[in-house]
């Protein structure tokens, strides 16, 4: 969190004083509103500065259907006020420390979609002008706008190590607020090491994306100590590509990435698909392009998941929690996820009902995420769990919940209503 999001943040909560139990007032809302967007939420005392906010809006009165579209357009407006993105092929999102070096290219003027593009590397090698000089005239065929960031460290894992993620995710929401774009064409690729990053990255946040095309890179293997085969791959990754699409490229005679990984990768998504439904993946596997990009080079590849379009609110969602400040996955949350759980929730619009099934993990801190696009917020809301009903109840909406769910610029998956799925939780 900033020292200047640190400063307000106190100031508002200690403005409130004494008067903890009364209802903050609209201008006392308003500014509370405006500190908690300006919190970096992904980290510890962030989030911890968030929840003082959340639980004092708390006090604020149940939500109309008309105050819930005057408070999205307030939380659209306040967005705009927040980070946006620099022009050009070289800039820095720590500009005093030259860090966070990312580049902007492709469509500028009017995209129709947004591209991250991931490099390749590993210890001590990558940056972001070998992905930007392949993708970003890629993504202008296609009239996307192109960033292509740089890792924050040079690590074999760079993508996922030392707060890259976080960042990658942060220039994802500035992207929303420097162009126009619909934020169900948000696109992640990347080769080598950013194949292994579009995988993951891709599958941790698969609610905020359309479409993955990694290439001569997977998500990283578990071997067998005796033979050195592929036999698994990491948590948090094959779960949660239900509802996105996926196209793979791999070349068997790729001297530097073998192709076990993305083979093991392509049969746990068929087994997956088998198990949950859904899964939509294409994997292109050749015998001849070595360590390079396809035949007709990485328009070819982009034009695999070109069509797709995020879908907010699937009726399954599949999620294996993968990292602590991921708390959202489409219309769920979790304060607290258990790390490699699996929880699949179905929505079943025609009873007003949500099944919970998990794999014996602890629910504590699960909601589902409510809005009248999923239920009729008139009538109750039944939850069960694991074929058990555990919650059946009217629900309200309340502008903590919305806030909540609207850190990012993306209002799709803003929701104003929220209910744990274990009755113990409230």
Known sequence: MSPFACLLTACVIAGAGASQDRPPSRRETTEMVRSFLQIDGKTADGRKAQREILTRLELVAGLRARDVRDWRKTLEKEQRRLRTLEDGHRNFWWPDEERGLYMVGGETRRPRGILIAMHGGGVGSGDAASAHGSYAPAAAELDWVCISPEVLEKTERGWTDSGTEEWVMDLVDAALRTWK????????????????????LGAHHADRCAGLAPSAGAPTPILDRATGKVTDLVEGVIPNLRNVRIAIFQSTDDPRVPPGPNQKGVELLGAARERWGGFDFEYW???????????????????RVEESVREPLPERVVWQPAVAWKRQFYWLHWERPALEAIVVADLD???????????????????????????????????????????????????????????????????????SVLADDD
Not at 188 to 199: E, I, K, P, Q, R
Not at 288 to 295: V, W
Not at 351 to 364: C, F, M, R, V, W
């Open 181 to 200: 774009v619909d934020p169900a064409h948000v696109y992640l690729a990347g080769h080598s090491m950013g194949g292994y990053g579009s995988w993951t």
């Open 285 to 303: 596997e050749v015998s001849n392009r070595g360590h390079g990009f396809p035949e007709g080079g990485v328009v070819e590849l982009l034009r």
């Open 349 to 419: 619009r025609e009873h007003n009902t949500i099944a919970i099934q998990s794999n014996g993990a602890d629910l504590a801190g699960l909601s589902v995420l409510l809005d009248e696009r999923l239920v009729d917020l008139d009538e109750e809301v039944v939850i069960t769990v694991d074929g058990k009903e555990t919650r059946r109840e009217l629900c309200a909406a309340r502008l903590a919940d919305l806030l909540d769910t609207s850190v990012h610029p993306d209002p799709a998956l803003g929701f104003a209503a929220r209910l």
